[in-house]
C-alpha cells in the first residue's frame, strides 16, 4: 500500500512549541498492554515530578475517567491539568497499519496525532502499535523537508551517558543517503536531548577499519566526512563500542538496529536474572546483598529500562514519541518528560537546514569530480 501524507501536511510549521505558553500533549490512553490505568497513571506521576505541561487523553472516557479519579486519589494534582477526549475505538497490537489506515480514524491513536497536526498538542505520547503509529504520524503529519524516511531512536545507557542510537526498527534497509540523513537527526537530537553542544557521530559496522563493510556503508561515511564538515564525525564503530559510550550517536539501518537493542535488552535480564539467583543462594549471600542494599538498589535502577523509555520518532513533521508497550507507570512518565522535553526544544528545522547544506555540498563535490565514485554515487 503506498503511504502518502495528508495534502495539508507538507505546509504545517515544523513547530509550534512556545506558540500559545504551557506546553499541551496529546496522550493515546488505550494503546500499550497494562491498558489505561498504567498511562494515566505515568501522566499523573510526570505531573507530579515537575512535567509542566497541560495534558489532552484519547480514549474511552468512561474507562480513562475511572483511571484518573484512582490516579489522582491523594496525588496533590491539579485535575484541571489533564483534559479527556472520547474516542470509540482503539488500535490493538495485532492490527495491520494498512487497517488502521482505512479505517482508525476514531481511534485514539489517530486523533492524539491530528491533535499535533491541527495545533492542539506540541507532542504526542503512545504505548500502543509501532506499525500503525509510524504509518498514521507520516500519513497526518508529513516529513521534515529533505527526510525520505523517518527513523526511530533508542537511548543507550553508557558510562559517559545515554547514547542515541538509531534506526532501531522503522527501516529494516536503508541506502546511504538515508544512513546520511539518519546522522543529520540524531546529532540534532542528542544535541537537544543530551544537551551535547557538537555530539560525536558513528556508524555502527563489523569493524572500525575504513575499509570494512558494505559499498553503502563506506559511502555514507565518505558523504558525512567531506560534505558535512561541521558535524563530529568519528568514523565506524562496533557493536561493543555502543555501551562503551566510544560516540554520542551510533547511526544503522532498523534490521540492525533492532536486533542489537533487542540483544541488549536480553543480556541485560539475563545478567539481572544470574545476580538474583546468586545474592540469593545461601544464607551467606543473603546477608552480604541486606548490607548491599543501597548499591543493589542504584544498580537496579540504572538497569530499568523504565528509567530511558521513549523512542522519538525522527524525521516526521512533528514530536512523536513511542513508548514500550508494556511500560509502567514509571516508563510512561519518562516517555512522557522526553515528549515535553522535544517539544521545548523543536529541532526539526535544523535537521532540514543541515540536510540541504549536505546534498548542496555533496553535489558540487561530485560535479567538480572533487570526490570519488562512492561519493558521487551518494549525491543526490
Request: net charge negative; charged share 20%; aromatic share 4%.
Amino acid at each position: 500500500m503506498q503511504l502518502t501524507p495528508s495534502p495539508d501536511a507538507a505546509s504545517r510549521p515544523a513547530s509550534r512549541s512556545g506558540t500559545s505558553g504551557a506546553l499541551t500533549l496529546a496522550v493515546d490512553a488505550m494503546g500499550g498492554d497494562s491498558g489505561p490505568q498504567a498511562v494515566v497513571d505515568g501522566v499523573v506521576q510526570a505531573l507530579r515530578a515537575g512535567v509542566r505541561a497541560r495534558f489532552k487523553l484519547f480514549g474511552d472516557e468512561a474507562a480513562l475517567t475511572a483511571a484518573l479519579t484512582a490516579a489522582l486519589a491523594e496525588s496533590g494534582v491539579d485535575a484541571s491539568a489533564i483534559d479527556v477526549s472520547h474516542t470509540r475505538d482503539t488500535v490493538s497490537m495485532t492490527d495491520k497499519p494498512s487497517q488502521i489506515l482505512r479505517r482508525g480514524r476514531d481511534t485514539s491513536m489517530w486523533r492524539a496525532i491530528d491533535a499535533v497536526r491541527d495545533g492542539a498538542a506540541d507532542a504526542v505520547v503512545s504505548c500502543g502499535n509501532t506499525g500503525a503509529l509510524m504509518a498514521v504520524a507520516y500519513k497526518q503529519l508529513g516529513v521534515i523537508p529533505g527526510v525520505d524516511r523517518p527513523a526511530i531512536t533508542a537511548l543507550w545507557p553508557s558510562p559517559t551517558g545515554p547514547v542515541v542510537v538509531l534506526d532501531v526498527g522503522a527501516n529494516v534497509e536503508a541506502d546511504a543517503d538515508q544512513l546520511v540523513q539518519f546522522a543529520i537527526m540524531g546529532e540534532a537530537f542528542a544535541r537537544a536531548v543530551n544537551g551535547k553542544e557538537k555530539p560525536v557521530v558513528g556508524l555502527l559496522n563489523v569493524g572500525a577499519e575504513e575499509l570494512k563493510g558494505h559499498g553503502l556503508i563506506r559511502t555514507a561515511a565518505k558523504t558525512l566526512r567531506e560534505a558535512d564538515p561541521d558535524m563530529a564525525f568519528h568514523g565506524f564503530v562496533e557493536g561493543d563500542d555502543i555501551s562503551q559510550g566510544v560516540v554520542d550517536v551510533v547511526v544503522t539501518d532498523g534490521f540492525s538496529g533492532n536486533i542489537a537493542l533487542k540483544s541488549a535488552e536480553g543480556a541485560a535480564r539475563l545478567v539481572g536474572a544470574w545476580l538474583k539467583e546468586s545474592l540469593t543462594a545461601t544464607w551467606l549471600s543473603k546477608l552480604g546483598a541486606l548490607l548491599m542494599m543501597g548499591e543493589l538498589r542504584k544498580l537496579r535502577n540504572r538497569m530499568d529500562p523504565s528509567s530511558v523509555n521513549g523512542g522519538v520518532f525522527l524525521g516526521v513533521n512533528g514530536v512523536v514519541v513511542k513508548s514500550h508497550g508494556g511500560a509502567d507507570a514509571k516508563g510512561v512518565a519518562s516517555a512522557v518528560a522526553m515528549a515535553a522535553s522535544l517539544a521545548e526544544h523543536p529541532i526539526a528545522d535544523e535537521i532540514s537546514r543541515t540536510l540541504a547544506r549536505v546534498a548542496g555540498r555533496a553535489g558540487v563535490l561530485a560535479k567538480n569530480g572533487a570526490a570519488d565514485p562512492a561519493l558521487k554515487a551518494a549525491a543526490p
